[in-house]
């Protein structure tokens, strides 16, 4: 399979080589759990079932997941490979949780994402779908999922194109990360749709980490949503960063400030965007993974 999954477009053989995310042709997955943190309609009372998945098609010094998203992701980290050691770890895990599976940065084995739901089907499980995302997506790849995902859940990470390359690696992050959520937005509508219990079954959320010293950054991601998109767009805005990793530019050294994030809240607020969330302070102590536990959160 020549790679052009991604808008990187590296074309390399999988079967034989690996490309900028490191991933081979066979799908990793390093954890398959149950996950209370996401928002209140993809999660419920019991639990997402999240599937996070090995490498990753960007390079965020800051990724709080970064022993999985590299090039290099060691062996003991992979605790599930090939299509059918995901869909086996999925049907045992899912009684455990809502009837959500999210599929987390899946972006570089969204050709498997088809072969998953089919065979989950297959064995009578139909659960609603999370595309859980960076943002970083082709139109192509969109399109060929389409059918399988019922709610996307993309990051909309920056509207400054340097930011995008000095902390992602990144050329182009925001008119691709742009042109990618209208799309899921066109598939499934702005509006999150929900059923008796609250739970999602259709729909786009969009989600923005304020990081440190970039309120301005978040301002124009706002605006963007504000002006941009259908009026009842439903926007996460999270606090939940932290200084993770090595070789980190000063700037994203510190944690983020309450005056920062109540900044960017405030201005949420007066662009009229109310059909969403936010996190308290506190997020940043939460939602620290561990992918050596089996819960990982």
């Known amino acids: 399979m020549n790679c052009c999954y991604c808008p990187r477009r590296c074309g390399v053989d999988r079967r034989e080589s690996e490309g900028f995310c490191g991933a081979t042709e066979r ?6 759990c149950r996950h209370l943190g996401e928002e209140p309609p993809l999660r419920g009372e019991k639990g997402i079932c999240n599937v996070f998945f090995a490498h990753c098609n960007m390079r965020c010094l800051f990724c709080q997941n970064q022993e999985i998203s590299r090039a290099k992701v060691a062996d003991e980290k992979v605790r599930y490979r090939g299509v059918d050691e995901v869909v086996e770890g999925i049907a045992k895990m899912l009684p455990e949780c809502e009837n959500i599976v999210g599929f987390v940065s899946a972006t570089q084995y969204a050709y498997a994402i088809p072969q998953i739901v089919e065979r989950l089907h297959e064995r009578g499980i139909y659960p609603t779908t999370v595309y859980n995302t960076n943002g970083y997506e082709s139109i192509e790849t969109l399109r060929e999922i389409e059918p399988y995902v019922d709610v996307y859940l993309p990051d909309m990470k920056y509207m400054d194109e340097a930011l995008g390359r000095r902390y992602s690696g990144t050329k182009d992050y925001p008119n691709v990360a742009m042109a990618a959520i209208e799309e899921m937005v066109r598939q499934k509508g702005s509006r999150l749709m929900c059923d ?10 969009i989600r923005h980490l304020v990081l440190p010293g970039q309120v301005e950054n978040s301002k124009r991601v706002i605006d963007w949503v504000a002006e941009r998109l259908p009026w009842n767009t439903q926007l996460s805005l999270m606090a939940q960063y932290y200084p993770v990793g090595v070789n980190m530019p000063d700037e994203l050294g510190r944690n983020l400030s309450k005056e920062e994030y109540e900044e960017v809240v405030k201005y949420m607020d007066e662009k009229g965007l109310t059909n969403g969330w936010v996190q308290e302070m506190e997020a940043n102590e939460t939602y620290r993974p561990d992918f050596s536990s089996d819960s990982v959160f």
């Not at 799908?27 to 398959?32: D, F, L, P, Q, R």
């Open 27 to 32: 799908v990793e997955v390093a954890a398959i």
């Open 196 to 205: 008796e219990r609250g739970l999602a079954f259709r729909g786009v959320v």
